[in-house]
């Protein structure tokens, strides 16, 4: 079975769906990684724009994906990018994939590009399409300090009607984690390492398991 995460920026995949790509692997699945943006001169050095390449090397490798397909948008600037560019790029990759299930963000986090990307996603899987690309299950993730972050409004709620054990994976989701050095906050603040623990710790308290990941189902197709 194909798996295809869809990272708005890279470490989305990580934070968002991790514990459970690497479930996915474990069970013989193949996964591969859409990732939308990439940092840019002259807004961030060279230094800055060959150490994410680096890192996301290292996390395609770490999983491992079997593609990557890095479309290199300009990070916090999707808002200008003509939508039908956003669709047409997302659903060339998914034509080639024919991915089973599609992981993609949540339509209200707090950064615009992830808002942006929902809406390109849930133009490219419109339920009369879905079929034809192979895609039976789209799950919207829930990325730390970014789906959380968002003001309490009625359409910024995250449902969580999916919930995966990943009691058995989270350290290795943790330790892919530390490959984004630059991403990863100091204690006290979301993406810190005992933050991200104990997020996967209350979801998995709710089904009765040690740790888990969860997810708002949109679209299912049997």
């Known amino acids: 079975m194909d798996i295809l995460a869809i990272s708005v920026h890279p470490d989305d995949e990580t934070l968002g769906c991790g514990g459970t790509l690497l479930r996915h692997v474990h069970a013989g699945d193949s996964l591969h990684w859409l990732i939308i943006t990439a940092t840019y001169e002259p807004l961030f050095t060279p230094e800055q724009i060959a150490k994410q390449a680096a890192?996301?090397?290292?996390?395609?490798?770490?999983?491992?994906?079997?593609?990557?397909?890095?479309?290199?948008?300009?990070?916090?600037?999707?808002?200008?990018?003509p939508m039908n560019d956003l669709?047409?790029?997302i659903r060339q990759v998914i034509q080639q994939l024919h991915p089973r299930i599609v992981f993609i963000p949540n339509r209200s986090d707090?950064?615009?590009?992830?808002?942006?990307?929902?809406?390109?996603?849930?133009?490219?899987?419109?339920?009369?399409?879905?079929?034809?690309?192979?895609?039976?299950r789209v799950l919207a993730c829930e990325v730390i300090s970014e789906t959380d972050a968002a003001f309490p409004m009625p359409e910024s709620d995250f449902l969580a009607n999916v919930y995966i054990d990943?009691?058995?994976?989270?350290?290795?989701?943790?330790?892919?984690?530390?490959?984004?050095q630059s991403e990863i906050h100091p204690e006290l603040l979301p993406r810190s390492t005992s933050a991200i623990r104990s997020l996967a710790r209350l979801r998995g308290a709710?089904?009765?398991?040690?740790?888990?990941?969860?997810f708002m189902l949109l679209r299912e197709i049997t």
């Open 206 to 214: 709710a089904i009765g398991v040690k740790y888990a990941e969860t």
């Open 110 to 136: 707090v950064h615009s590009d992830h808002q942006v990307i929902f809406q390109a996603c849930q133009a490219v899987l419109k339920s009369f399409y879905m079929r034809s690309f192979g895609v039976h």
């Open 166 to 180: 990943i009691s058995d994976t989270l350290d290795q989701k943790l330790s892919i984690m530390e490959l984004y």
């Open 87 to 89: 669709i047409k790029s």
């Open 55 to 81: 890192q996301v090397k290292a996390a395609q490798e770490a999983y491992p994906f079997a593609t990557l397909h890095w479309l290199k948008f300009p990070t916090t600037r999707l808002d200008v990018i």
